[in-house]
């Protein structure tokens, strides 16, 4: 095991891990420390989306720049990510007037699909109010599955390189991280621990107001059929800025607000993607707080998957697994850059984007 290394890298989940390949590629040293003995938290509880046409901004950029990564990545150490796009399917003429006004403004990542385009996209043919959509031409897919514990594998294997897991970090006293086997050198700490940046920066995570945002989410059987994109639907075009910042989405909203209350009162953001064992990864509601209790809602999954059987125009979805997601959210920004003490830096990501923009963050905010 090191015990010297030019950065120290605490979390071994998708931001920790971009930062340590960020290391690596700029010619350093990088240890990763990770207290678990594998990752198990919002890197693979997600649906393995990059939506990268739905940022708008810095976002957008950072995301198109982790879009880069992730292709570039996927030729170095076979992570499987796919440029498979993602589908956004219109049901009522509100929602096809946002996916219009976007694609007017944004002609090549948006394309617009009609009624029949994307019902041939969907197992059952689709809802029976399909109305048209648009396909989402810069999205990525990666398996959240095996995608996060590959890159670890392919950094740890890395001369230079090393990845401890089952290794606790309890602080950094400018010369050295302590950690739970022991002290490791260290020029530079780089702390990537999202929602637990509290239980190591309580001050740090108060003052930029980062609490757990706890999503309900669910794994349905293969439905029979390839799904090849990212499927998005109405409640995702409230949810992702470039949607969300139309003037189409406001009538959109209201629309939302009078026929479906019971989607909206959950956060939804009713949507899916297909594993390459043909399971569906569904999903998923949003509550935020500090702690947040374990518990799932039944009626909530309930309602994600009677939804998303009807997207796809199917009369049956079976739910074969259950699950709380977890990320860091701050109602202040996306993402938080911080320097709290001399060698030491915090990267996390304050909102549910951190597999569209985690290479991104850590190619534009890696530490001098």
């Given at each position: 095991m090191n015990t010297a290394t030019d950065v120290l890298v605490v979390g071994a989940g998708v931001v920790g891990l971009a930062h340590a390949v960020e290391a690596l590629d700029r010619g350093l040293t990088v240890t990763v420390v990770e207290r678990d003995s594998r990752a198990v938290g919002a890197s693979i509880r997600n649906f393995g989306h990059a939506c990268v046409t739905g940022q708008t901004g810095d976002l957008a950029e950072l995301a198109h720049l982790a879009r880069q990564r992730w292709l570039d990545l996927d030729g170095r150490a076979g992570l499987g990510a796919r440029a498979t796009g993602g589908l956004a399917v219109a049901r009522h003429t509100?929602?096809?007037?946002?996916?219009?006004?976007?694609?007017?403004?944004?002609?090549?990542?948006?394309?617009?699909?009609?009624?029949?385009?994307?019902?041939?996209?969907?197992?059952?043919?689709?809802?029976?109010?399909?109305?048209?959509?648009?396909?989402?031409?810069?999205?990525?897919?990666?398996?959240?599955?095996?995608?996060?514990?590959?890159?670890?594998?392919?950094?740890?294997?890395?001369?230079?390189?090393?990845?401890?897991?089952?290794?606790?970090?309890?602080?950094?006293?400018?010369?050295?991280?302590?950690?739970?086997?022991?002290?490791?050198?260290?020029?530079?700490?780089?702390?990537?621990?999202?929602?637990?940046?509290?239980?190591?920066?309580?001050?740090?995570?108060?003052?930029?107001?980062?609490?757990?945002?706890?999503?309900?989410?669910?794994?349905?059987?293969?439905?029979?059929?390839?799904?090849?994109?990212?499927?998005?639907?109405?409640?995702?075009?409230?949810?992702?800025?470039?949607?969300?910042?139309t003037t189409s989405a406001a009538a959109l909203r209201t629309r939302m607000e009078a026929d479906r209350p019971d989607l909206l009162d959950i956060d939804a953001n009713v949507m899916f993607t297909q594993r390459p064992d043909g399971t569906l990864l569904i999903g998923d509601s949003h509550h935020t707080e500090r702690t947040v209790a374990p518990f799932l809602d039944e009626a909530v999954t309930e309602t994600l998957r009677a939804e998303t059987a009807r997207v796809l125009g199917v009369d049956r979805l079976r739910i074969i697994e259950r699950w709380q997601g977890v990320y860091a959210s701050s109602p202040l920004h996306p993402y938080l850059v911080a320097e709290p003490e001399e060698r030491l830096s915090v990267r996390i990501v304050t909102s549910g984007v951190g597999m569209t923009i985690a290479h991104g963050l850590a190619r534009r905010h890696f530490p001098n």
């Open positions: 509100t929602e096809l007037a946002v996916l219009e006004e976007l694609a007017a403004a944004r002609p090549g990542e948006v394309a617009l699909r009609t009624a029949d385009e994307v019902r041939s996209e969907l197992p059952g043919g689709g809802a029976d109010d399909v109305v048209g959509g648009a396909a989402l031409l810069a999205d990525l897919r990666v398996d959240p599955r095996v995608t996060v514990a590959r890159l670890a594998a392919w950094v740890d294997a890395q001369d230079g390189a090393e990845v401890r897991f089952g290794t606790a970090y309890f602080g950094f006293d400018g010369t050295r991280a302590h950690t739970s086997r022991g002290p490791i050198a260290a020029q530079r700490v780089i702390v990537c621990v999202g929602h637990d940046l509290d239980h190591l920066y309580p001050d740090l995570a108060e003052e930029h107001r980062v609490q757990r945002c706890a999503l309900q989410m669910a794994r349905a059987a293969d439905p029979g059929a390839v799904v090849t994109p990212a499927v998005l639907t109405a409640t995702s075009l409230l949810r992702y800025p470039a949607f969300a910042e």
